[in-house]
């Protein structure tokens, strides 16, 4: 889970308003600026590589066709050597700059002034031509050049427009200005570059509405792979759902020390069946809603919900040194929360809550619908906590007294007989000691 993958790239917004990725058909931007910047910071990073890639190969190329371009023009041969050197120092800056943050952040702006620099050099590679074959076809090197920052250049569509047409006026009008083109030539050239530039839009309009329909779709599976880990995180302790994304499985685990605090209301079902269905689910959902701050807030792992019980644990699945005191505390706020609800609320919630520690074993079940779970003698004995215990009292088993007396005032109980389990030393938490409370 921790490697990225391409849908993270641009981490979408889930609470984007509908409406946000509606493009402009001519410039072909999204209508949300913030869309737009995401969309633009991921094919800079995504055009790294190819840019890179045709920067060494227009380097190499320029070295391959140069005893080409000294046959076809041996005046040029004394400058050949000045000419190639000028343009691999140009394409090896570029290649460092790919290497900067300043090109990821200025990313068009860096590939149009590459686009124009490159033009003046294919005017300073046309004046090497003889002169018939510039008049017939010295366009020819131009137009290569047009299609390249209409297709390799990686630039989004308004961007390649400008870059396209700048440069052919910049090639017609230099060549224009040193005399190299007669009137006569300057129109076929235009006409040609002409075409050129109006293929090279076609081509660039639909490369860039493609890119940005596959960024929309991976944008949308972004969005629903981040609820489904919501959803997951809600099922599973985020350990094992991390692990369980990754592998597809998780791993049953034994922990030696955990605290256990269950929690069930007294006198619940004559209150379910003198209330409508709908109150008795709204007011269960209210109170485990504030049970499942409270536990959070304590650093308490929710297990489940049985009717009206409630069941969380600490010290799993990552062990802690005080995963006793976490479930007390987690007790006290929940007695507590209720205490100030029963004040205004119209029914009257009556609360036990029970903690044992000791040892479980815990593991994701089920093959469609997951769920936590733990198992283990630990879970009867605090089970029985709460059951032997008394409505508006956290009451503790021995283990875990021991756990909590040095921050905790506990009141001793006698040996208690719990169902299934003989007698049991218990306790009543009292309260926090003076010096505990200072410190929390």
Request: with cysteine.
């Amino acid at each position: 889970m921790a490697e990225i993958q391409d849908w993270q790239l641009a981490a979408p917004n889930v609470n984007m308003k509908p409406g946000t990725a509606r493009m402009n058909r001519l410039t072909l931007r999204f209508a949300d600026a913030g869309l737009e910047q995401a969309f633009a910071e991921e094919q800079a990073r995504k055009s790294l590589r190819p840019i890179r890639i045709a920067l060494v190969c227009a380097g190499a190329g320029m070295i391959a066709v140069w005893p080409a371009i000294i046959q076809i023009a041996p005046s040029i041969h004394e400058y050949m050597p000045r000419l190639v050197a000028l343009v691999l120092v140009t394409l090896g800056s570029c290649y460092a700059l790919t290497h900067t943050q300043v090109f990821l952040r200025r990313h068009q702006w860096t590939m149009l002034a590459l686009a124009y620099v490159m033009s003046v050099g294919v005017v300073g590679a046309a004046r090497a031509y003889p002169p018939q074959l510039l008049e017939a076809s010295g366009f020819f090197l131009m137009a290569m050049h047009l299609f390249s920052i209409y297709g390799v250049f990686r630039l989004r569509f308004p961007a390649a427009v400008a870059g396209g047409w700048i440069s052919m006026a910049m090639y017609l009008a230099l060549l224009s200005a040193l005399g190299l083109l007669p009137e006569r030539s300057v129109f076929r050239h235009a006409e040609a570059l002409l075409a050129a530039n109006l293929w090279g839009m076609l081509i660039c309009y639909q490369m860039d509405l493609a890119v940005r329909r596959a960024f929309l779709a991976m944008r949308d599976v972004a969005v629903e792979h981040q609820r489904a880990e919501r959803l997951l995180l809600n099922i599973l302790p985020a350990e094992l759902a991390q692990e369980l994304s990754a592998t597809g499985s998780a791993r049953p685990a034994r922990h030696e020390s955990v605290s256990i605090v269950f929690t069930d209301f007294s006198g619940f079902t004559q209150a379910a069946s003198s209330m409508p269905a709908e109150q008795v689910v709204a007011e269960l959902n209210e109170i485990f809603a504030a049970f499942d701050d409270i536990t959070d807030a304590c650093g308490v792992e929710k297990i489940k919900t049985i009717g009206d019980a409630y069941m969380a644990a600490a010290g799993l699945p990552k062990p802690c040194a005080d995963h006793a005191q976490r479930c007390v505390r987690a007790g006290l706020g929940m007695i507590d929360y209720l205490e100030k609800r029963n004040r205004t609320g119209a029914f009257k919630w009556s609360l036990r809550v029970g903690v044992h520690s000791g040892p479980v074993v815990a593991g994701v079940v089920g093959k469609r619908k997951y769920a936590f779970d733990i198992w283990g003698d630990t879970v009867n004995v605090a089970s029985r906590m709460e059951s032997s215990g008394e409505v508006g009292r956290v009451n503790i088993s021995a283990r875990t007294h021991d756990l909590v007396r040095a921050e905790f005032a506990c009141e001793y109980r006698g040996k208690v007989d719990a169902k299934g389990k003989g007698q049991i030393d218990m306790y009543f938490v009292a309260g926090r000691l003076c010096s505990s409370s200072a410190s929390h």
